[in-house]
């Protein structure tokens, strides 16, 4: 009941630019957290950004700040996740997430182990950084 649909992905050129977006339905999503992960080929899923339900603040992990923008549209029912500057260690499987059952906060997504904290997954993405 609880879903998320990511689009957007594909193949871009090092330095181009990207928008994800993530549909989101089945709960209030302006209450939780939406958070972006990604995972690399051989590479744990690593946390790239978050937004949060409960006063909008916006996160994001150090290897993506001041090149990745994140935002909700809670009347659509979409978040994005703009990509700019990209670089050859940002392509994997781009993911959204959310959890609305236990008390998951946007920080979660400076732990190595974040992802944990989040129980309701779209299928993902995925993007292509090549020349």
């Known amino acids: 009941q609880v879903q998320l649909v990511e689009s957007g992905g594909g193949l871009v050129q090092p330095e181009g630019s990207l928008t994800l977006s993530c549909e989101i339905s089945?709960?209030?999503?302006?209450?939780?957290?939406i958070a972006w992960f990604r995972q690399a080929p051989g590479k744990e899923r690593e946390g790239v950004s978050c937004?949060?339900?409960?006063?909008?603040?916006?996160y994001y992990t150090e290897a993506v700040r001041g090149r990745f923008n994140i935002s909700r549209d809670n009347v659509k029912k979409t978040v994005s996740l703009q990509m700019k500057n990209l670089k050859p260690e940002d392509p994997g499987v781009y993911y959204c997430?959310?959890?609305?059952?236990?008390?998951?906060?946007?920080?979660?997504?400076?732990?190595?182990?974040?992802?944990?904290?989040?129980?309701?997954w779209g299928q993902g993405t995925q993007v292509t950084v090549s020349s």
């Open positions: 089945g709960f209030t999503m302006d209450h939780y957290p």
């Open positions: 937004t949060s339900g409960r006063d909008g603040s916006r």
């Open positions: 997430a959310t959890e609305t059952t236990t008390n998951t906060r946007c920080w979660a997504i400076f732990s190595d182990s974040g992802f944990e904290s989040f129980s309701s």
